[in-house]
């Protein structure tokens, strides 16, 4: 197999922080409520069995314990509606405490992807500002949100629509920078390589993109 002694490389930017698969976490503990929350329903259904039965006195207290046991309402003190029947009075109490640390759980898991989000935001943002690359291709890629930039990166993070907006566009463009070869704007170099020997020329500053297909025609034709 002939192999031509001069090879086209592209490369992605390095950026270890946007890039992440630190995940797991995250999904070991959804699985974790979603487990929980699985039994605490069935659960909640045994003792709304047993109540429905055992208690014939019909009330408000009665009336809205089973409301609550019915919605899984893991806010709801099971303990203030007291029975006659210990097993009952002793299975609300379990169940009480086990819905406190299901809400527990909830709210770890709500404040981690909160604490994700707004991490991921503020390295999005400082990509664009260590990166000169990125930044001036911007001006490239989407003209539009270029006159938008001044403010984004100055001052604190804004939490509306446009602000939100203008992050997905930006982030299309990062995530293009680090994981993929092709050229955009100033982004990812392209250089020639030799295979015999150590040359190697690289297109530091890429102001367009090249016609691939063709130069991948002309690479055939030259074999």
Not at 130 to 146: A, E, G
Not at 157 to 174: D, G, H, S
Request: proline letters at 2%; aromatic letters at 10%; glycine letters at 2%.
């Amino acid at each position: 197999m002939k192999i031509h002694p001069i090879t086209v490389c592209r490369e992605k930017l390095q950026n270890n922080d946007f890039i992440t698969t630190n995940y797991r976490k995250k999904a070991e503990m959804l699985e974790d409520i979603i487990a929980e929350e699985e039994e605490l329903r069935n659960f909640a259904a045994e003792i709304y069995f047993e109540i429905s039965n055992k208690i014939l006195v019909r009330n408000s207290k009665r009336r809205k314990v089973l409301d609550c046991l019915k919605k899984l309402d893991l806010e709801y003190n099971y303990t203030s509606y007291v029975t006659d029947f210990d097993e009952i009075n002793t299975t609300l109490e379990q169940f009480e405490n086990r819905c406190r640390q299901l809400h527990e759980k909830k709210n770890d898991f709500s404040d981690a992807i909160e604490n994700d989000y707004l991490n991921s935001r503020n390295i999005l943002r400082n990509s664009i500002m260590d990166d000169t690359d990125i930044y001036n291709s911007i001006s490239t890629v989407n003209p539009k949100i270029y006159e938008k930039m001044k403010w984004y990166l100055e001052g604190e993070l804004r939490n509306n629509t446009e602000t939100r907006k203008l992050e997905l566009v930006l982030a299309r463009i990062v995530s293009h920078a680090f994981t993929k070869t092709s050229p955009m704007g100033w982004l990812n170099k392209v250089g020639i390589i030799g295979t015999m020997n150590p040359i190697r020329y690289e297109l530091k500053k890429n102001n367009i993109s090249l016609n691939f297909v063709l130069l991948f025609r002309m690479y055939r034709i030259s074999l």
